[in-house]
C-alpha cells in the first residue's frame, strides 16, 4: 500500500519522528527513511519529498533545495532546474534516433546490424549530437547553480552515451546527488517533466496493510487520520528500476 502526502504534512510527520526518537535508517540515494520497530524489524518506508533536506542536512539561510530532473528515452529527453518546486528552466529535446518500420532505436540496432546504411549513419550522428545537447545544457545549470539534487530516469541502454558524449557531463556517475525517480516516466515532454516534479514533490508512506494502524497512529497527531490524502493504484510500471 501507499499513500501520497504534501510536503507541509510530510515535514511535520518527520519532524514528529526525529522528536519522538523512532528508530530510522535513511538511504540517501533514495531520499527515503525506513522506520524500525523495537527489534529493528522493517516497518515501512517514508519517501521524502524532494523539496526537503535529507534528515540532520540543514540548508545555510533556509536555501530551498536546488535540483534538476532529467528525463531520457530515446529520442527524447526533457530537462529543467528547479529550486524548491519552481522550474525557473527547462529545455526539450528531439533527435532522429528510432528506426520507423521497425520501432527500434538506432543504438539498439547497432548490436545487431550495424551501421552501413545511409540513414542509419544519419541517426547514429543525431543519437551522438543529441547527448551532446543534453550535457551542453547540464553545464550550464552546474555553471550557475549549487545543485544539490540531479533526479534522473534514463535506461541502462542510453547511459554510456550520456557519459561518454563529447561534451563531458558535469557529474560522474556515481555521484551521491543522483536520485532515480521511482515512478515510470512517459514520452518526456515539458508537460511529462512537471509531472514527475509534482510527484517528487509529495512525501509518500509505502507500508503493508498490517502497517495501516501503525500509519493512522503517526499521523493522528499531525491533523490527518483515516485515508483522507489521495492514493494511486499500484501500477506494474510504477517503479522504474532499470538504471543502475
Not at 108 to 134: C, D, H, P
Request: aromatic share 12%.
Amino acid at each position: 500500500m501507499n499513500r501520497f502526502l504534501p510536503k507541509h504534512i510530510s515535514e511535520a510527520l518527520l519532524q514528529k519522528i526525529e522528536e519522538e526518537a523512532i528508530v530510522y535508517t535513511y538511504e540517501y540515494d533514495k531520499h527515503r527513511i525506513t522506520l524500525l520497530d523495537p527489534i529493528n524489524n522493517k516497518e515501512l518506508y517514508f519517501r521524502l519529498p524532494i523539496t526537503l533536506p535529507a534528515p540532520g542536512n540543514v540548508l545555510p539561510g533556509a536555501m530551498p533545495v536546488h535540483y534538476i530532473i532529467l528525463l531520457i528515452q530515446s529520442g527524447n529527453c526533457a530537462i529543467g532546474y528547479f529550486e524548491g518546486g519552481v522550474n525557473f528552466n527547462h529545455k526539450v529535446f528531439r533527435s532522429y534516433m528510432v528506426r520507423k518500420k521497425q520501432g527500434k532505436s538506432q543504438i539498439k540496432y547497432l548490436k545487431t546490424k550495424g551501421k552501413s546504411r545511409a540513414g542509419s549513419r544519419v541517426r547514429l550522428g543525431e543519437t551522438l549530437e543529441f547527448f551532446e545537447n543534453i550535457n551542453e545544457r547540464l553545464q550550464d545549470y552546474f555553471d550557475n547553480h549549487d545543485i544539490h539534487r540531479i533526479a534522473i530516469s534514463c535506461s541502462k541502454t542510453l547511459i554510456p552515451y550520456l557519459y561518454n558524449a563529447k561534451v563531458n557531463i558535469p557529474f560522474s556517475k556515481n555521484d551521491p546527488r543522483l536520485y532515480k525517480i521511482p515512478k515510470h516516466i512517459h514520452t518526456p515532454v515539458y508537460e511529462v517533466m512537471l509531472d514527475a516534479n509534482r510527484f517528487l514533490q509529495r512525501g509518500e508512506l509505502i507500508f503493508d496493510e498490517p502497517q495501516q494502524r501503525f500509519v493512522n497512529d503517526l499521523l493522528s497527531d499531525i491533523g490527518l487520520t483515516g485515508m483522507e490524502e489521495e492514493e494511486e493504484a499500484d501500477d506494474d510500471e510504477f517503479y522504474n528500476d532499470d538504471w543502475d
